[in-house]
């Protein structure tokens, strides 16, 4: 299954260090493991549970992700070299992980899509987290995954944690205000 993940999802090939990408794969697998997903249902999760009836994948939404922070690395070096640099492992590993939660948040029942018994207990930020830490990843990939949405606001952020916060939500917010009935 890790071959056919990384074919899936094929940013995480990007990931240059061979033990922090096979750390992801595990971390990745293990989370659909435990939500009881399949390969294929990631293009069938919703990203998000806030639109009704979305349309958009969470396989597509990481990506998506994934591809912004990249993009916005690519500006930040540019212009600010100077003064810190982005480890695009780090970047790349905390954005490709960045919703991973969800896969433990969310459950299929007949009625659709909606929040576990996790996922209504705990958001996806503390389960991908967790998940991060149990599987040996560093501190800066579980810091990016437990500050990239609100749960963030009133914290520290990392550079690469404010990349891929503002890449999740120029990916979510722009659709919520479109999609919303």
């Given at each position: 299954?890790?071959e056919?993940?990384?074919?899936?999802?094929?940013?995480?090939?990007l990931?240059t260090d061979?033990?922090?990408r096979?750390?992801?794969?595990?971390?990745?697998?293990?989370?659909?493991?435990v939500?009881?997903?399949?390969?294929?249902?990631?293009?069938?999760l919703?990203f998000?549970l806030?639109?009704?009836?979305?349309?958009?994948?969470?396989?597509?939404h990481?990506?998506g992700?994934v591809?912004t922070?990249?993009?916005i690395?690519?500006?930040?070096e540019?212009?600010?070299?100077?003064y810190?640099?982005?480890?695009?492992d780090?970047l790349?590993?905390g954005?490709?992980?960045?919703d991973?939660?969800k896969?433990m948040?969310?459950m299929?029942?007949?009625?659709?899509f909606?929040k576990?018994?996790?996922?209504?207990?705990?958001?996806h930020?503390?389960?991908g987290?967790a998940?991060?830490?149990?599987?040996?990843?560093p501190d800066?990939?579980q810091?990016?995954?437990?500050?990239?949405a609100?749960e963030?606001?009133?914290?520290?952020?990392?550079?690469a944690s404010?990349?891929?916060?503002?890449?999740?939500?120029i990916n979510f917010?722009?659709?919520?205000?479109?999609?919303?009935?």
């Amino acid at each position: 299954m890790k071959e056919q993940l990384q074919d899936k999802f094929p940013e995480i090939k990007l990931i240059t260090d061979k033990k922090l990408r096979s750390k992801t794969v595990s971390a990745f697998i293990e989370a659909m493991t435990v939500g009881g997903w399949r390969l294929e249902d990631l293009d069938r999760l919703p990203f998000t549970l806030h639109i009704p009836n979305n349309p958009v994948s969470l396989l597509h939404h990481m990506r998506g992700v994934v591809q912004t922070a990249l993009k916005i690395a690519d500006v930040v070096e540019e212009f600010y070299n100077p003064y810190y640099r982005i480890d695009r492992d780090i970047l790349l590993c905390g954005a490709i992980l960045h919703d991973v939660g969800k896969l433990m948040e969310y459950m299929e029942s007949e009625k659709g899509f909606a929040k576990s018994h996790v996922g209504r207990i705990m958001r996806h930020p503390f389960s991908g987290a967790a998940l991060a830490m149990k599987h040996g990843l560093p501190d800066e990939v579980q810091h990016i995954i437990a500050t990239h949405a609100q749960e963030g606001d009133d914290g520290y952020r990392t550079p690469a944690s404010v990349i891929v916060h503002h890449a999740d939500f120029i990916n979510f917010e722009p659709l919520r205000d479109l999609l919303k009935p």
